[in-house]
C-alpha cells in the first residue's frame, strides 16, 4: 500500500514550456486535490476532483489544466510555464465526508521555471 | 469569508519544553478542525483533529482542543523531543472537503 504517489519529484522548466504532474493513490479515495505551497502562504487549493471524469476550479486554478481520466490518477498540467509558478505542489486524496475525514498527501514535486 | 490565523515562527525551545502553537479561526458554519505536520523533506501528514466544540484532539503527545467560544485550536506539547522539528499546519473545512490552511509555523527543537 504506497499511499498518494507524485511523479516527478523534482523538475526545471524554462518559460513557456509544459509539463504534466501525475498523482496516484491506490485508497480507492473518491476525491483528489491539487496544492501548491509558497513561503508565507501554506497550502492553498489549485484544482478538485469528487470522482473520475469530474473536476472543479479551487482557489488559485488559473495557468493550471488537470484531468482525472482513472480514479487512482489525477494529472496537473502547465501548458506554459511561468516563473510565478515556481513552487511545491502537493496532491491529496480522501473519501467524502464533509471535510471531517483525513486527507493524504503525497511527498511532494518541488517546481522551478526559470 | 473562512480563514485560519497561526502564529509566526519560528518557535525555537530547547528539548523538553513546553509547546503551545496558536490557532484561531473564522468561519461561517460549524468548521472541523486540523492540525497538520510536514517533517523536512515529506508531505503533510494528519496529526490530530476536532469535530465539533469542545473535542480535544490527541497524537503523539500532542493535544488541541476546539474552543467555540474563542475560536481556537491552540496545539500543545507537554515535552518536545527534537524529532518534532517540523512545520505545523492549522486547518479547517466547513461542509466541504476542501481544507483551508493557514501558514504554517515552523518549529525547532534544540537538545
Known amino acids: 500500500n504506497a499511499g498518494v504517489t507524485q511523479t516527478p519529484k523534482f523538475r526545471v522548466l524554462k518559460t513557456g514550456q509544459s509539463m504534466t504532474l501525475l498523482c496516484a493513490q491506490d485508497?480507492?479515495?473518491?476525491?483528489m486535490y491539487w496544492y501548491r505551497q509558497d513561503p508565507g502562504m501554506g497550502l492553498r487549493l489549485i484544482h478538485y476532483?469528487?470522482?473520475?471524469?469530474?473536476?472543479a476550479k479551487g482557489e488559485v486554478p488559473d495557468g493550471y489544466n488537470v484531468s482525472r481520466l482513472k480514479k487512482q490518477n489525477f494529472l496537473l498540467g502547465l501548458e506554459s510555464a511561468a516563473p510565478s509558478q515556481t513552487s511545491v505542489y502537493f496532491c491529496a486524496s480522501s473519501y467524502p465526508s464533509g471535510g471531517r475525514e483525513t486527507q493524504y498527501f503525497g511527498p511532494g514535486t518541488r517546481l522551478l521555471v526559470l | 469569508g473562512n480563514s485560519v490565523t497561526q502564529m509566526e515562527g519560528p518557535v525555537t525551545l530547547s528539548e523538553e519544553a513546553f509547546l503551545t502553537i496558536n490557532c484561531t479561526y473564522t468561519a461561517t458554519g460549524y468548521p472541523s478542525l486540523f492540525w497538520y505536520v510536514q517533517y523536512p523533506g515529506e508531505g503533510l501528514q494528519l496529526l490530530l483533529k476536532?469535530?465539533?466544540?469542545?473535542d480535544k484532539g490527541s497524537n503523539k503527545g500532542f493535544e488541541a482542543t476546539y474552543r467555540k467560544e474563542t475560536t481556537s485550536f491552540h496545539l500543545e506539547k507537554g515535552s518536545v523531543q527534537v524529532s518534532d522539528s517540523a512545520v505545523y499546519f492549522c486547518a479547517l473545512t466547513v461542509n466541504t472537503d476542501k481544507l483551508i490552511f493557514g501558514t504554517g509555523t515552523r518549529l525547532q527543537v534544540f537538545p
Open positions: 476536532a469535530t465539533k466544540a469542545d
Open positions: 485508497m480507492n479515495h473518491e476525491y
Open positions: 476532483s469528487v470522482g473520475e471524469g469530474t473536476t
